[in-house]
């Protein structure tokens, strides 16, 4: 679900929950600025984490995924909540797998 009337494309900023099996390592939540984590727990099941937050772009989101992957936390749910207009600052701000993309 998108909460917004603007376009989600490759290069805008958007705000994203992220669901996952697994207790989130305090390693990577002090890496991921910006986005807040919970977890759940019920009657002695496997611990559930879910981080929100704003990620500058399709690069970004691709890389925080990748991350959770190499923690093999397995991935229940991506979920788009809201798309922001392009700004100025998602334009001049590279992501870090610009360098990978097609030209």
Known sequence: MIGSSHSLNMSVPAIYRITVQG???EK??????????SEITANGETPVGVLVGRLIDQAALSGLLNSLYDLQLPIISVECINV?????ESHSVPSKNAELAPS
């Open 28 to 37: 990577l939540v002090r890496h991921l600025d910006g986005l807040n984590l």
């Open 84 to 88: 922001e207009a392009a700004d100025a």
């Open 23 to 25: 207790k989130l390592d």
